[in-house]
């Protein structure tokens, strides 16, 4: 079964609109972690965030915010006033943190964002 | 200073060939990792090595051999390559212990098997 679902495969916005893609993960331990990882054209990925299962607090950077919710599994990611230089591939990822899978990343199929000028 | 480095950037060899990939992190983490990205961009896990030792292997064809000589590298190692081998590979490090890191990763290696 997957453990993190990312239901948007391509989502294409204009310029300054506000995007949100979600993340729905599935685990069954008590402390986790979810990340979510950018992949812009070049290829490289870049961390944007972790949270902590204990964490609930919404987290904002910048044009960047978070929203993790327990009660629904979703840890979705919103860009406010995007930018062309937004246009990535997107992943949310989860990590457990039992002994035996130490650190090993989870991740979705990815959300292509593409913002148009 | 790149934190994680891997080497080649691009590689393109023949059916049947071996190759390496190299890897190195100056990050003083504990646990490095390989994962594999597919043509529809899905990133898996191959291996993690936690201080030189294997931790996961993740159903990974015995053609793959990951070696650890210190806890800064993690290279692998493919022989008789075949054309499902095409994919990017990615490093990746993290500090694991009573609060896991982030993983920070390479910039990946793209593998063309022709």
């Known amino acids: 079964a997957q453990k993190v679902t990312q239901a948007q495969t391509e989502i294409s916005v204009v310029e300054k609109e506000d995007v949100t893609l979600d993340c729905v993960y599935e685990t069954r331990d008590t402390t986790y972690y979810l990340f979510w990882y950018k992949q812009p054209p070049s290829g490289e990925l870049v961390f944007l965030i972790r949270r902590n299962s204990f964490d609930e607090q919404n987290e904002i950077s910048g044009r960047y915010s978070w929203n993790f919710q327990k009660s629904t599994s979703s840890f979705n990611f919103t860009i406010t006033a995007s930018q062309v230089v937004d246009s990535a591939v997107y992943f949310c990822?989860?990590?457990?943190?039992?002994?035996?899978?130490?650190?090993?990343?989870?991740f979705g199929r990815g959300t292509q964002l593409t913002v148009w000028p | 200073d790149t934190a994680v480095s891997q080497t080649p950037k691009y590689l393109v060899t023949q059916m049947g060939n071996d190759k390496s990939i190299k890897c190195e992190q100056n990050?003083?983490?504990?646990?490095m990792y390989w994962y594999k990205q597919d043509s529809k961009k899905f990133l898996k896990i191959m291996f993690s090595y936690n201080n030189k030792e294997l931790i996961i292997n993740e159903t990974v064809p015995n053609r793959f051999s990951p070696k650890s000589p210190d806890k800064a590298h993690l290279n692998l190692h493919i022989n008789s390559l075949e054309l499902g081998d095409s994919a990017v590979y990615f490093c990746?490090?993290?500090?694991?212990?009573?609060?896991?890191?982030?993983?920070?990763f390479g910039q990946g290696t793209r593998l063309t098997v022709v």
């Open positions: 990050l003083g983490h504990d646990t």
């Open positions: 990746a490090s993290s500090q694991q212990g009573f609060e896991d890191t982030e993983a920070f």
């Open positions: 990822a989860l990590s457990e943190a039992g002994g035996s899978t130490l650190g090993r990343l989870y």
